[in-house]
């Protein structure tokens, strides 16, 4: 079974807080506040990354689409229920930008088993942000990659106030389902996965959907990866496993187009 990492059990409470400007600083609920292993990221530093109602995260794929993961949506059809908060680090800030979502786009055949990516579209555009344009090759699929998210800081902790990053090293589909990681369970041809073998970096709880990305080329932002699973959060031998943007990225091209983003 898959332990994804969504805060959906938790989400309406968090949101609440969130709204009511009660959610834990870093320091708070957890002496030192990480994505686990990381730091506060700075106003601007990642602008195309999304918080959702749901106890998610994304990333702008367009003005009016964001690139989330299937298991936080429910399917493809409409949907005014999502709300995106964009354009702040900090989810009390006056400046948040929001729009609501009114259609979802879940990735076609998906069981719960991998094609782990889905679409939102959202009733208007966002304007004045940067999109993260995603891999469209398999050469960016290694090296170290930057990760982001408002989700829980340590293994069965709340959604974050603050976006927080850290780096994670790829791990290869070879060891991530050698018998000390996945044992045969990463999706080797879809999932990629990234951690340390000692653990104490990694996405957790609440960041799924999120982006995990690295410079091009062009020393620009591109995502190789899309917050799926995992054993836990940050334990040793069980790194983050993520959607291979890369495999699927002429699909979510083809669904962005028919969704008019």
């Known amino acids: 079974m898959r332990r994804w990492r969504t805060l959906l059990a938790t989400a309406a409470a968090a ?6 400007g009660v959610l834990a600083a870093p320091g708070a609920a957890h002496a030192d506040a990480n994505v686990v ?3 506060r990221a700075t106003q601007g530093e990642f602008p195309f990354m999304v918080r959702l109602s749901m106890g998610c ?5 367009s003005p009016t689409l964001v690139l989330t993961a299937a298991h936080c949506v429910n399917g493809t059809g409409t949907n005014t229920s999502i709300t995106a908060t964009m354009g702040v680090v900090d989810l009390n800030s006056t400046s948040k930008i929001t729009r609501k979502s009114n259609y979802v786009y879940r990735a076609p055949g998906y069981n719960g088993n991998g094609k782990d990516w889905a679409l939102i579209r959202l009733a208007s555009p ?3 942000l940067a999109t993260l ?19 829980a800081a340590t293994e069965g902790g709340s959604q974050q106030r603050y976006l927080l990053k850290a780096t994670v090293p790829f791990v ?8 000390s990681m996945y044992n045969g369970e990463i999706i080797a041809s879809n999932e990629i996965c990234a951690g340390y073998t000692s653990g ?18 062009a020393n620009a932002w591109v995502q190789v990866g899309i917050v799926s699973w995992g054993d836990g959060c940050a334990r040793p031998n069980k790194p983050g496993v993520y959607t ?4 699927f990225a002429s699909t979510i091209a083809s669904a962005a187009a028919s969704l008019g983003g």
């Open 15 to 20: 949101i609440t807080a969130a709204t009511m």
């Open 172 to 179: 290869s589909d070879t060891t991530c389902n050698s018998s």
């Open 126 to 128: 966002v304007t004045g």
């Open 244 to 247: 291979q943007v890369s495999y």
């Open 37 to 39: 292993g990381g730091t």
């Open 133 to 151: 344009p995603i891999a469209k090759t398999t050469a960016y699929d290694s090296g170290t990659f930057t990760i982001a998210g408002w989700g």
């Open 200 to 217: 104490g970096t990694d996405t957790c709880q609440g960041d799924s959907g999120g982006p995990m990305f690295r410079r091009d080329s």
């Open 57 to 61: 995260g994304g990333a702008l794929y």
